[in-house]
Structure formats: C-alpha cells, structure tokens
C-alpha cells in the first residue's frame, strides 16, 4: 500500500541573484509502508530539499505531497526527521534530549522504559547524563535518531545522519538503523551521497542528477538479508549504481 506519494513536484528557489533555479523538477516517487528507500546523488542535486518537501517544512511550487492520502504543508510528529549534525539540544543530557519529545507530548507522564530500551538499543547504557559534546559523533548520532525513533514516527527522514562520521562508526550506525527498522518496521528515507551506504541499507535505491535536481531511476536492491558489504553480489551492484551515477 501507498504510504508517501509525491506526485510531479517541482520546486522552483531564488539563487542570491535574483534569478529563479529549478531545484527539483518533475519528482515522483510512491513508497509503501516499512519500506527503506535509499535516496543518492551528488552534493546539490536536492536531495534536502525533497527531504523537506516530504516532511512538511516546505511547499512545493508545483505538484504534491500525500502521506496517507493526506497532502502535506506542515511538519508534523508522525515524521521523524534526522539532520546530519545538530539534531541535539546541547543544553540537555543525551537522555533527556531523546526524551523531550515524549516529555512534550505526555508530560511527566512519559514512557520512562522506552527511553530506557532506546538507550540500551542504540548502545547509550553509561552515557545517559553526558552532555552531546561529551560523547563521540557517533554517540550522538544515535541519540538523535532515538530521539526521534522514540516518538514512533510513521515515517523517518534521515539527512545524511552518518556523513560526518568515519569509516569505522559509520557502519556502526548503519546496523544500528538497520536493526531499527527491522524490529519497528517504519518507513525510512535516508538521504546519502554515499553508494555503500544506500545499498547496504535501502530495499530501492532514487538515483537523482544535478541541475535541475531530477530522478534518472528507481532501482529494487535485489540483495538479500543480512548483506555483506564485502560479497561479489553486493560489490555487482554497487557498480550497477555507480554507472547509473556516472552521468
Ligand atoms: N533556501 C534556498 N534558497 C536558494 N537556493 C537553495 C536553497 N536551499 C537549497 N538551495 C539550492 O538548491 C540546490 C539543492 O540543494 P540541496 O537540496 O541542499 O542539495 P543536496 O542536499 O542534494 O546537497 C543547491 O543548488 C542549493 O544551492
Ligand atoms: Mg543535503
């Protein structure tokens, strides 16, 4: 079933001068419930634009947005969103940034044991009255994605949540969104300019071009879970990709 349809969408913005660029033209992409769609392309191709688009923060000037049939013009909470960094309050411990969601919608009153789970989840036990700039970028990316994964959101926008991070933690933070979609079965969009990262994660992977920012194609990532980044399949389609990105 059809959970987000985004329907000939263009977005049209003002450079700084004065001229009108067509930052999104003609998108279109129907993504059904619990599904993991990858979105890649090069930096400035409008990948955060339609991110924003689909989560409400802004309008397109042509075309639609329906999130259960609904067209989308503000934000709302059944939408997660994940930027790349600052997605913490860094006035607030880590533990109290992923429960200030809760905390504002029910009070004192809030699911103190499902903080605690997310905490153990993402791997957080022994860091819960740190401070975000006392924990590691990969720490706190996880916390940023419990604080939104703990408002059960019926869809999550992830903007390149791992893109500051190296190597090492960012597949850390890989398997752990992975695991987390796979046990709480929302719908995810994650946003990378990285190939690895969208195949290893996405069931279909949005390949989009630059200048106007346009979808060249959708592709179902026909690998297997678990996935092995390193397997003669995985490394087959990551080339598969990467000549669809070759432009
Ligand atoms: N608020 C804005 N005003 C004018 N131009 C913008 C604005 N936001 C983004 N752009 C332009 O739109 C294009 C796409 O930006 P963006 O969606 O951030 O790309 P990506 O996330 O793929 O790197 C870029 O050329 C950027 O300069
Ligand atoms: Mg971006």
Redesign the pocket.
Known sequence: MVQLAVENVDRV????NGQK?N?LEDINLNVGSGEFISII????????????LISGLDTPEKGRVEVDGNVIDQPDVSRGYVFQHGSLFPWETIKDNISSGLKATNGRNYDKKLVDHYIELMGLKGFENAYPHQVSGGMAQRAALARSIVLNPELLLL??PMGALDAFTRADVQDVIQRVWKQTKTTMIL?T?DIDEAIYLGTRIVV?T??P?RIKEIVDNPLEFPRKRTSDEFLQFRRQIQDKLNF
Do not use: A
């Open positions: 913005l003002d450079d700084n660029i930052v392309g090069p930096s400035g191709c409008g990948k955060t634009t339609l991110l924003r903007d390149e946003v300019h989009m630059p200048r920012g």
